[in-house]
């Protein structure tokens, strides 16, 4: 069984910046598809950025690129996600989410590649 568990949440000024946490509890982190989604009230889930465990291709959002990182810690089974340049619409609350096979895809924004999501860390921008 999956766990992730997302932190680093919090309020910040516009311009400021924050960095998420996902721990995940898994056997071998690398075969995972893992991502950052969000949600903002009234809003679709949206897929903000995503990383191939196995490999570390990088995927990202158009609204975020340039301004958000994603990472891990294979060692720590840890996800990070630095967002910096932080702007109101960033708003949301996010989530960890993890997909099985290492790889993921020109596919990674569809919630629907993931099997697992953690509970979520809310982000306020003002």
């Known amino acids: 069984h999956v766990q992730l568990v997302e932190s680093g949440g919090g309020s910040v000024q516009a311009g400021g910046s924050r960095r998420l946490s996902c721990a995940a509890s898994?056997?071998?982190?690398?075969?995972?598809?893992m991502a950052w989604f969000r949600q903002a009230p009234g809003k679709e889930r949206e897929g903000v950025a995503a990383?191939?465990?196995?490999?570390?291709?990088?995927y990202y959002a158009d609204s975020v690129k340039g301004r958000f990182t994603i990472s891990q810690d294979n060692a720590e089974n840890t996800m990070y996600l630095q967002m910096n340049s932080l702007k109101p619409e960033d708003t949301a609350m996010y989530y960890c989410?993890?997909?099985?096979?290492?790889?993921?895809?020109?596919?990674?924004?569809?919630?629907?590649?993931?099997?697992?999501w953690g509970q979520g860390t809310q982000v306020t921008v003002s």
């Open positions: 898994m056997y071998n982190p690398s075969s995972y598809c």
């Open positions: 989410a993890a997909g099985l096979g290492g790889f993921c895809g020109y596919s990674w924004y569809r919630p629907s590649m993931y099997n697992y």
């Open positions: 990383i191939s465990t196995g490999g570390g291709i990088t």
